[in-house]
């Protein structure tokens, strides 16, 4: 019996088969269908408001005028501004490459409007959100021409007063949701020369398998995938340069934060730290 097992082991080796216990180990993460919202966070300072007649719940702005200055009916300039803080403006910084991408998921359809504009909230120096969704107008954005600095204007409702000029803040924008998606980390995936996104999964019966993915978007170390993957699927995310499909494999399974992925919630966190 022995000496049967040594000529198999020899012929294995011979004609490049070899037992089981020697297939090499990946690692792998379990993927499960997941609802998937990207939140983007962009710097911003409430810059003014408006200007209108003096009425209740308004300010009046420091006069032109000196005390005791003599003016009459052919005074030129107002003597004074009264603003409403109902309604503000705010400057939001964007980097270059945020603001292509805004515009992407604009033309994908994937971001909440408002009207025309990109619907968003503003997150106070508290932590606290802003009541009321304003309109961020990508269409109107003032670029520097020296730094190549990005500044957008929101108009954003403030009818409780918590916004006043010269407060900064933070936009908030949000895609809307992609339902029964599921996140597969960056570091699993490839870009052939076709363009088609793939990754290697290794299934239940231990065969490597290669497969085409349909991509949504980008979702911070990770991409979001809309097709191509079952739940409870094991995708490989270490160790697929050493197989190839229909090659056995043996799996260890790998921490998501190994990989990455943190989860929808560690995700925004990261978002959220976007342009400072």
């Given amino acids: 019996m022995g000496a049967r097992f040594a000529i198999l082991a020899i012929l294995g080796g011979l004609f490049g088969c070899k037992p089981a216990a020697d297939a090499p180990e990946v690692g792998v993460v379990t993927l499960h269908p997941q609802a998937t919202t990207t939140i983007y966070e962009f710097p911003g300072r409430v810059v003014a408001s408006f200007t209108a007649e ?15 200055a003599l003016v009459n009916a052919a005074h030129s300039s107002a003597l004074a501004t009264a603003k409403t803080l109902d309604l503000i403006f705010v400057g939001v910084n964007l980097s270059r490459t945020n603001l292509s991408n805004l515009r992407q998921a604009i033309d994908a359809g994937r971001v909440k409007m408002s009207g025309s504009n990109v619907a968003v909230k503003l997150r106070l120096e508290n932590g606290a959100i802003s009541p009321l969704a304003g309109a ?7 670029i520097a021409p020296i730094t190549g600095a990005i500044t957008v204007q929101a108009v954003v ?3 409780k007063r918590l916004l006043q000029p010269g407060m900064p803040v933070r936009a908030i924008v949000e895609e809307s949701v992609t339902q029964s998606s ?3 980390p960056q570091r699993a995936v490839t870009v052939s020369k076709q363009g088609e996104t793939t990754a290697m999964f290794l299934g239940s019966d231990g065969k ?3 497969r085409v993915l349909s991509v ?9 995938v809309v097709a191509g993957i079952r ?3 094991r995708v490989i995310v270490q160790g697929a340069q050493h197989v190839r499909a ?19 919630e560690g995700l925004r966190g990261r978002l959220r730290g976007t342009d400072g």
């Fill in 246 to 264: 229909g090659q056995q494999a043996t799996a260890t399974e790998v921490e998501s934060d190994e990989t990455g992925v943190m989860g929808v």
């Fill in 54 to 68: 003096a009425g209740p719940g308004e300010r009046i702005d420091g006069s032109s005028a000196t005390s005791g």
């Fill in 208 to 210: 490597v398998e290669a």
């Fill in 216 to 224: 949504a978007r980008g979702f911070g170390d990770a991409v979001v």
């Fill in 157 to 159: 409702p403030n009818p």
């Fill in 136 to 142: 961020l107008e990508l269409s109107d954005a003032d």
């Fill in 231 to 233: 739940d409870g699927d």
């Fill in 182 to 184: 599921f996140l597969v």
